[in-house]
């Protein structure tokens, strides 16, 4: 008797995507995009609603509204994480949802998926303090608790495939061109 997962994950349409996208690659081709007004100080508002996709226009089903900000300790209003903060959100949850996706693809039930994530950062290089010093973080570290009906090898190859397989730690880990220009 085969035990089949259900960790909401529609695996039958990812592969049945993947398929379709390797015949047609200019679908495959997606900008993702987010909006930000400043709002004071170092506060500013982040909006993400639309983005291309599948040859054309697509949106979210509601737009999705983030607060940046810093803290209190750097002579802030703290009204929402740090923008390096951002960057640990962005890493957890597609880690996580990775480990979600291929345990479903591998018919492993998952009970709970935990990501910490933690980033050194030594903030003397965005203070401008010390030109030696680089201005984001020094290194992350990801520690995942995961409760499966799975070894512990089953589990490591899980997160093994999730982080092949993840687009935010990809981009963190090879170098992409970033272009900033002024309108």
Excluded at 18 to 46: D, Y
Excluded at 148 to 158: K, M, T
Aim: some cysteine; glycine content about 8%; overall charge negative.
């Amino acid at each position: 008797m085969t035990t089949v997962a259900d960790n909401g994950v529609n695996v039958q349409a990812l592969l049945e995507a993947r398929e379709a996208l390797q015949g047609a690659p200019e679908a495959a081709q997606f900008t993702w995009r987010a909006s930000a007004t400043w709002r004071n100080g170092v506060h500013s508002t982040i909006k993400v609603q639309s983005f291309f996709g599948l040859g054309q226009e697509q949106g979210h089903k509601e737009e999705s509204v983030f607060d940046a900000d810093h803290p209190a300790v750097f002579a802030a209003t703290d009204n929402g994480i740090t923008p390096i903060e951002y960057l640990l959100v962005g890493l957890a949850s597609c880690l996580t949802a990775g480990v979600a996706s291929v345990a479903q693809n591998r018919g492993i039930q998952l009970r709970s998926v935990e990501a910490t994530v933690e980033g050194n950062h030594d903030i003397r290089g965005i203070l401008g303090a010390d030109s030696d010093v680089r201005n984001g973080y020094n290194d992350i570290r990801v520690t995942f608790h995961i409760d499966a009906d799975a070894s512990r090898q089953e589990i490591e190859a899980l997160v093994a495939q999730s982080q092949k397989r993840s687009a935010v730690f990809d981009a963190l880990t090879n170098p992409t061109d970033v272009t900033v220009e002024v309108a």
